[in-house]
């Protein structure tokens, strides 16, 4: 069991940097979850902590011990990758003690890691089988159990479920959710799956273009996102963003996009100082747009043209037109909303974000 710090960690590729000043102290015991779109530099910051790659600036520690310097080897961490590359001509016990015969191990003590293991993973039964012989989600399942045998610090997850299918997929995160519940060891889990970060992660990490976007638990990034890139990146359907301006009284200024006006009395003049040419970007999730007249309906009203609806079984995704922009309204299959129609929407005045049009920082 360890922590894990990053101090101004900068990673490059010739003149391209992937990794730009990036601190983050992951605590002992947590589940960190990097999350952010493809090429974000998630698996790089994964391997510079593993030591499968040189960092440029700032220090690695590893329990307070600063391991830059330190070869990957000997840095008491085990990582599962998304191809779990076993190996074929061994059988399912052989593939999980390779790692501690190298490392000369006593073949009584690499037995009864072996079998823990197994018994943690329900992989008892198929100790004698090669990889061929198995599903997917059981080898994803050895490549797991490839790692535990380590007792590892700390465990590296680079998008090891990428590979199954959906369903197995879900039932594979649970499954590592409650290895981490039972291990308590510190996991850095790397994926670009919001659903995934979400469920699985202690905290979050939203990572874009080698930046860190904000960090926090997931609800925090959910309801407090702190710039419209998280806000659109967390949360499906995604959050529907409205360019808008800012009319009305200094005393009583009104954010109006389109036909939807929403009174700011409530906000700091502090916080609308910081909109540049007194225009922003409005966001709501499609989850807090109601029709009015039906349960959560908020004091803020609206008209959408309805364009096109998507059938989900449990609620319906309207796509809707509110003056010439467009959004998104998750709604109960109970409510009638067919295109063509004319709908009236409600929200909370709380439920909707702020940000600044130009940086698309959140406006507090
Ligand atoms: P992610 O895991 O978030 O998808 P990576 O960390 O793998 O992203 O990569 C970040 C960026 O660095 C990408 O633009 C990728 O193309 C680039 N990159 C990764 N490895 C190398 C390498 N060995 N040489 C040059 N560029 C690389
Ligand atoms: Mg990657």
């Given at each position: 069991?360890a922590n ?6 900068e ?5 391209f940097?992937?990794?730009r000043?990036?601190?983050?102290e992951?605590h002992?015991?947590e589940?960190?979850?990097?999350v ?5 530099g ?11 790659e ?8 590893i329990g ?5 310097g ?6 008491d961490i085990a990582?599962v990758?998304q ?5 074929p001509h ?10 501690l015969?190298l490392?000369?191990?006593p073949?009584a ?6 079998e ?37 610090k ?5 998008e090891?479920l990428s590979?199954?299918d959906?369903?197995?997929r879900?039932?594979m ?10 291990l308590?060891?510190t996991?850095?889990y ?12 202690t905290?979050?990490?939203?990572m874009k273009?080698g930046?860190?976007?904000q960090?926090?638990?997931p ?18 359907p ?6 808008a301006?800012?009319?009305g ?5 009104v954010?109006?996009a ?15 100082a ?10 709501i ?9 039906t ?14 609806v998507?059938?989900?079984g449990?609620v ?9 922009q467009?959004?998104?309204a998750?709604l ?7 295109p063509g ?21 959140a406006?507090a």
């Open positions: 069991m894990v710090s990053l101090r101004g960690i990673k490059s590729y010739g003149a940097k992937v990794v000043r990036m601190d983050l992951i002992d015991g589940f960190l979850v990097l952010g779109p493809s090429g974000c998630k698996s790089t910051t994964l391997r510079m902590i593993a030591g499968l040189d960092i440029n600036q700032g220090q690695m520690l307070e011990k600063v391991v830059n330190l070869p990957a080897k000997d840095r990582m990758f191809n779990y590359a076993l190996y061994m059988d399912v016990f052989q593939n999980m003690a390779f790692g015969e490392r000369k191990f073949k003590e690499i037995k009864s890691r072996v823990d293991a197994a018994k943690i993973l329900s992989l008892g039964d198929l100790l004698k089988r090669r990889p061929k012989e198995l599903s997917g989600g059981q080898r994803q399942r050895v490549a797991l159990g490839r790692a535990i045998v380590r007792q590892p700390v465990f590296l997850f680079d090891p590979n199954l959906a369903q197995l879900v039932q995160r649970a499954e590592i959710s409650r290895l981490h519940a039972q308590k060891t996991m850095v790397v994926t670009h799956d919001q659903v995934e970060a979400m469920t699985m992660g905290r979050i990490v939203v273009g930046d860190v976007q960090v926090g638990a609800l925090e990034l959910y309801t407090k996102p702190a710039n419209r890139f998280v806000a659109g990146f967390i949360g499906t995604q959050m529907n963003f409205l360019e301006a800012i009319e009284s200094a005393e009583a200024p954010l109006v389109e036909t939807l006006r929403l009174p700011l009395e409530g906000k700091s003049a502090a916080a609308l910081g909109l540049e040419e007194k225009r922003c970007t409005l966001g999730r499609p989850s807090d747009l109601h029709v009015v007249g349960p959560g309906a908020g004091s803020i009203n609206f008209d959408a043209g309805v364009d096109m998507e059938i989900l449990a319906q995704i309207a796509h809707i037109r509110v003056g010439g467009t959004m998104r998750e109960p299959m109970r409510v009638p909303c067919k129609e004319t709908i009236r929407l409600a929200a909370e005045p709380e439920a909707f974000h702020i940000f600044n049009a130009t940086s698309g920082v406006v």
